[in-house]
């Protein structure tokens, strides 16, 4: 299984909305709608951010969403804050209960 | 509320096996509601699935380590294992151990991770 791919960096000023993009294959993205979504700032461990394509945990902003069309999936931050600069990954189920993660974006608030 | 923590050496020396525990909160390890996974994130690089596991002892495994990695879980102790054997250099990274709840597919609570470094 290969990595999701994402861009490997994306910025916005405050205020401003960022969209990141994680395209897979009919394997993965395409064939679930098992999409995940998670922050990680420097030296922690990552945070979900968003589950089942769209679907936020409680305590998520909901300047946070998601989508997915065919094989990519996408995440997007409105209202950039500062707190959001941070690392973001992708990840999809994969069947026989695998895992695939994206190779990651770093989002840099201006 | 779930609480994961991960323990192990630091320094393994290549050929070696890598062996980690995660140690449970919080929790029952055997509770039917939950798979239990690795996942590892060389320095400066992206995330990696290496595996999980279900109380039962059914296992799964990312199909590039799968000869390499055997994960198991300890009822009595609340814990689960990793051990990965014929370590490289390649295999440097911060280990994380985290829960998935069944039905859902996604790894809602992790550990803070522990750095394995892989050298003589």
């Known amino acids: 299984q290969s990595a999701l791919t994402q861009p490997p960096s994306a910025s916005g000023s405050p205020g401003q909305s960022v969209t990141i993009s994680c395209t897979g294959t009919s394997s993965d993205v395409g064939g679930y709608n098992y999409v995940s979504w998670y922050q990680q700032h420097p030296g922690k461990a990552p945070k979900l951010m968003i589950y089942?394509?769209?679907k936020r945990p409680s305590g998520v902003p909901d300047r946070f969403s998601g989508s997915k069309s065919g094989n990519t999936a996408s995440l997007t931050v409105s209202g950039l804050q500062a707190e959001d600069e941070a690392d973001y990954y992708c990840?999809?189920?994969?069947?026989?209960?695998?895992?695939?993660f994206g190779t990651g974006t770093k989002v840099t608030v201006l | 509320q779930l609480q994961l923590q991960e323990s192990g050496p630091g320094l393994v020396k290549p050929s070696e096996t890598l062996s980690l525990t995660c140690t449970v909160s919080g929790g029952s390890i055997s509770s039917s509601s939950y798979y239990w996974g690795w996942i590892r994130q060389p320095p400066g690089k992206g995330l990696e699935s290496i595996g999980s596991?279900?109380?039962?002892?059914?296992?799964y495994y990312n199909p590039s380590l799968k000869s390499r990695v055997t994960i198991s879980v300890d009822t009595s102790k609340n814990q689960f294992s990793l051990k990965l054997s014929s370590v490289t250099a390649a295999d440097t990274a911060v280990y994380y151990c985290?829960?998935?709840?069944?039905?859902?597919?996604?790894?809602?609570?992790w550990g803070q991770g522990t750095l394995v470094t892989v050298s003589s």
């Open positions: 985290a829960s998935i709840a069944v039905g859902r597919y996604y790894f809602d609570c």
């Open positions: 596991i279900y109380y039962s002892g059914s296992t």
């Open positions: 089942e394509v769209s």
């Open positions: 990840s999809s189920y994969a069947d026989s209960n695998n895992y695939v």
